[in-house]
C-alpha cells in the first residue's frame, strides 16, 4: 500500500529557524542570528507546531528546550538544509564550471565548414563535444525539447521564450553552372532554364523554401523537375551539365569536390527588362537559451565570427574567384 504523504510540508524559512533556534539555545539569540524579530521566530515555531501537530519546544524549562520530537526534527531538518544547499551550489556549479557535456547543432553546410573550427576552440574547456548536423526545422526543436544545448541554424524567429539568438554573418545566394556552359548574355532564369533545367532544393527545406519564394516574386515560372535536399547530389548533377542551381557560398565549400567542373555567376548579372535583379541571402544565427551556459555562447560567438571573418570565408572567396565582400557580410548582433 503506498504511503500517505502529509498534505503539507514546511518551508525551509521554518526549518532554518528551528534549526538556528536549537543551535544558539534561545529564541532571543536565534533572533539575533537570522535578524529577525523574537515575535517572528515564536511565530514561526508555532507555524511548525501546528504544521506537525506536536510540540516542538518545553516552554516550562527556562531556558525553553527542544522535546524529543523538537530534537528529531532538528537532526532531520539539519540534514535537509545541507542537501539543500549542496544541491543550489550544484547547479549554479554547472554553469561556472566546465561542461561535462557540450551538444552543439548546426545546419549541414555549416557544420562540414566550421565543424572542425569550433571542435578544436572546444576542446580545451569541455570534456565531450557533440556536434550534431541536420536541417534548421529539426535543430529549432531540439533546441526547445533541450536536446541539445546551442544550435546554429537559419532561422531569425523569436521561438520559445528565453532562448537568445544572435546573428552571425549573412552569405548571398549564387547561380551555379556547368563550367563549359557558354550563354551569349543573361536574361532572366526562366529564359536560362530553357537551355538548362532547374535543379532545386527540396521545398521541404529552407534553402528550397528561399529559392522558391525568391522565384515566384520574379515572376519566374520554371518546370519542377529534378528536386534534392543535399548539396553534393544537386552539384554533381550540375557538374555533369545536367542543369543550374542556385545555392550559398557556404554550401559550394561544403562540396568543394565539384568546383572543378563548375562556375558561379551572382544574381545580379541576371535581369528582367533592363533591371538587374536583386540579390537574395541567407544568415546564421547562434541560439540558445538565456541565463543557463554562462559565457559559453558568448565566447562560440566571437570564436565563430572571427574564424570565418580571418579564414573560413577568405578561403570560400579565393576558391569561387569572388571578392570577401561578394561571399559574406559580417552582420551586427
Known sequence: MKERLPEQ?????????????????????AANRLAISQAGVSHRIKVLETLLDTTLLDRATRPARPTSAG???????????????????SVRSVTRAKRVVVRLGCVDSFAATMGPIVIRALAGTSHQIRLWSGIGPVLEAQLEARQVDIAVTTSGQTGAQGIIRQRLFSEPYLVV???NFEIDRYGTLTDLS?????????????????????????????ERTYE??????LLSLVAAGLGFALTTPMCLWQSRQYLNDIRVVPLTSFSRHGRPYQTLSRSFYLAFRENELGRL??????????????QVGRDIAAALSLAPEDVYTMDGA
Open 228 to 233: 534534392l535536399d543535399a548539396t553534393d547530389p
Open 71 to 89: 530534537q528529531r526534527l532538528f537532526e532531520h531538518a539539519t540534514v535537509l538544509l545541507q542537501g539543500a544547499s549542496q544541491m543550489v551550489e
Open 9 to 29: 510540508f514546511p518551508d525551509w524559512d521554518l526549518l532554518a529557524s528551528w534549526v538556528a533556534v536549537v543551535e544558539a539555545g534561545s529564541i532571543s539569540d
Open 194 to 222: 530553357t537551355h538548362l533545367q532547374l535543379i532545386r532544393y527540396s521545398a521541404r527545406s529552407v534553402i528550397g523554401q528561399h529559392v522558391d519564394g525568391y522565384l515566384a516574386a520574379n515572376a519566374e515560372s520554371i
Open 177 to 179: 553552372l556547368p563550367r
Open 297 to 310: 555562447p558568448v565566447d562560440i560567438y566571437d570564436m565563430l565570427r572571427l574564424a570565418f571573418e580571418r
